[in-house]
């Protein structure tokens, strides 16, 4: 069997993202095992650390690869740097406890899970020089998303001070908000590298 290429390794990673965004929207679910979901979504950023390495790793033994070695090191590493982001998010979650049901946390979550499957879907359009501007539209629609992401935050963090019972419960609100804040703009970033690979194809 045949070692995978460059292109579905990167599109395992996109994979990656994806599942680990789902789980994280999953701890937001009324009832959620939190300590589980986070376990879950630390064995999946380990997987895409795997895969990081062995895209590295692939740069360094092929002289040809499907786009500039700087570019896939980028996208690789933008990729990665998600699923930390998502992990750090989920390690917060665990750790504080906030989310639990939360219908405004619920619905940022969701818009991160959305970003997540445009980059992932941005990524698989990747390839033909004649699909290069659905990929700029994709990319664009995650900055749209990632606008609405940091409003809903924003809007979630107003309401968790003006009706929280506790002080407390504001403060673990907002450090959830502030670790799905950073995955979002992680996300965005992905964004911003996958069309810096798509215009170089130009």
């Given amino acids: 069997m045949s070692p995978p290429t460059l292109w579905q390794m990167l599109s395992a990673q996109a994979d990656h993202v994806v599942r680990g965004a789902m789980?994280?929207?999953?701890?937001?679910?009324?009832?959620?095992?939190?300590?589980?979901?986070?376990?879950e979504i630390s064995d999946i950023e380990q997987a895409g650390d795997r895969v990081t390495h062995d895209i590295i790793l692939s740069l360094q033994r092929h002289w040809i690869v499907p786009m500039e070695r700087d570019q896939t090191h980028r996208l690789a590493t933008a990729l990665d740097d998600v699923l930390d982001r998502i992990e750090d998010a989920a390690g917060v979650v665990e750790a504080v406890g906030a989310l639990d049901?939360?219908?405004?946390l619920a619905e940022v979550t969701s818009m991160i899970r959305e970003m997540a499957v445009g980059l992932a879907s941005a990524l698989v359009t990747l390839g033909p020089r004649d699909r290069i501007r659905q990929v700029l539209d994709k990319c664009q629609a995650i900055h749209v998303e990632l606008e609405r992401t940091r409003?809903?935050?924003?809007?979630?963090?107003?309401?968790?001070?003006?009706?929280?019972?506790?002080?407390?419960?504001s403060l673990r609100v907002g450090f959830v908000l502030r670790a799905l804040a950073a995955v979002a703009d992680a996300v965005g970033d992905g964004a911003n590298v996958l069309s810096d690979v798509a215009l170089a194809q130009l």
């Fill in 151 to 169: 409003r809903e935050a924003r809007v979630a963090q107003a309401t968790a001070i003006r009706e929280s019972v506790s002080a407390d419960r």
């Fill in 23 to 39: 789980l994280l929207e999953a701890i937001a679910a009324p009832g959620a095992n939190a300590a589980r979901t986070s376990a």
């Fill in 101 to 104: 049901g939360d219908t405004s």
